[in-house]
Structures are given as C-alpha cells and as structure tokens.
C-alpha cells in the first residue's frame, strides 16, 4: 500500500495516546476547506509503502500507544483491513478518521476488531451537505447509515464538524443536533486557512460564536466540545 505522509508523532489526533499520523491518499468528496487537498488524488506522492511504515513502527514499540490513519479519506483503501491487522500485530491501538461515505467498510472493520476509535466528519446539515462538500447532488444515505451505526456505539467515537463562515450557520447546527441526537461525541473544529486549502477567502468564526452553536447542539448530545480556539 501507497503511504502519502507520516507524523511520527502526535498528541493531538489521537485523544488521550501518543501516536503518530498515517496519511493516505485519496478522496470521494472534494471540500472547498480541506486541509489535506493535495491528498485527494490516489496519485499524490508517496513516501513510503506499507513495510516502510511497519518497520518504522517496530521501531516505535513501547514509546507510541497507537496509530491514527487518516486522509484523504482511508475507507476508499480496499486493502485498508490488511494494514490495520499488522498493525494490530505490533500491538498499537488504532484510530482511523472517515467521511461516513464507506459503511459497510467501516462495519467489517470494527466488527473485526481492528479499530478502537472511530472520528467522523459531519459537513454540514443534511440539506446543506453536497454545498458543503462540493458535491451538489450528493446522496447523504450511506453517510445517514455510518451515523446510525456509530450511534449503536460498538466502537469509541466521536463525530465532528469544521466549521466555516461561509458554509455554516445557526441552522445549520439546528439541522446536526437532530441528526445526531442521542450520540455519545460530538465536537466542532476552528476553520484554519492554510495554503492547502483549495479555495481563498474562506474565514473562521470567534471562539464566542462557536461556543453559541457548542448550546445548540448540547440538548441532544451528551459530550460537546470546542477544538482549535484558544
């Protein structure tokens, strides 16, 4: 397997774990606030293959708790299930960020054991969502049944919204909280421009703002937090 990019070490992506970051290439929605755009293209740059990683993570036994894959978006990896049993077999937790769009993929995966947290990015409202992901007609129906899925909590989760002036409102986050009511995590993300991201002009709320759309959501779910403000 194609590796696009490596952190070797985070506290940050996965919560409460020292761990490091596997980027993989490719994506099925094309988000106009993406940080990781050059990631879209299955094509982006490699800079290392799947035994390049392993041993790199022999290496980091006892000093990292877990491995956090991310994208791009993983699920489209179909060979995804062979990379995370090894590194099962090293003995690391795993995290793996997703789009929702891939449920039955994410179903094997949990139902396997070879996931111990799952974060799940929530664009936007349900009539907002091809807008927000720069795909006008997009059907929500499999994003609907990872939601569903997550909710029954076979796995620790969290769901989770950047947030963007121009793409999010009040109602917006009217439309998130009964979608997701009942969830366990929920968390809304600072917009931050980076050269990365696709297009110019985009802008972030205040900490303020952020925390008024934070008490929309709470009624309907039991954890809500703020990332990325100070």
């Known amino acids: 397997m194609k590796i696009h990019g490596l952190q070797k070490m985070t506290l940050l992506d996965y919560p409460g774990h020292v761990a490091c970051t596997v980027f993989l290439g490719g994506c099925d929605m094309r988000c106009p606030f993406c940080h990781n755009a050059e990631l879209l293209d299955m094509n982006a740059p490699e800079v290392m293959d799947d035994q390049a990683l392993l041993k790199f993570l022999k290496g980091r036994q006892g000093l990292l708790d877990g491995v956090a894959i991310t994208g791009g978006e993983p699920m489209m990896r179909k060979d ?48 907002r969502y091809g807008e927000t992901i720069g795909i006008p007609s997009f059907d929500i129906s499999k994003v609907e049944e990872s939601i569903e899925f997550l909710k029954s909590r076979p796995v620790e989760y ?68 703020v990332r990325g403000v100070d």
């Open 80 to 127: 995804l299930p062979g990379l995370l049993e090894a590194i099962r077999e090293l003995g690391f937790k795993i995290k793996i960020d997703t789009n929702g769009n891939h449920p039955a993929l994410l179903k094997s995966i949990v139902g396997s054991g070879l996931a111990d947290y799952i974060a799940m990015d929530i664009k936007n409202s349900p009539e």
């Open 158 to 225: 969290e769901f989770r919204t950047t947030v963007v002036k121009e793409f999010h409102d009040a109602d917006s986050f009217k439309g998130i909280a009964k979608w997701l009511s009942g969830a366990e995590n929920y968390f809304l993300q600072c917009f931050v421009d980076r050269e990365s991201v696709p297009y110019a002009g985009l802008n972030a709320y205040t900490k303020a703002e952020l925390d008024g759309f934070a008490d929309i959501i709470r009624p309907f779910v039991k954890n809500v937090g």
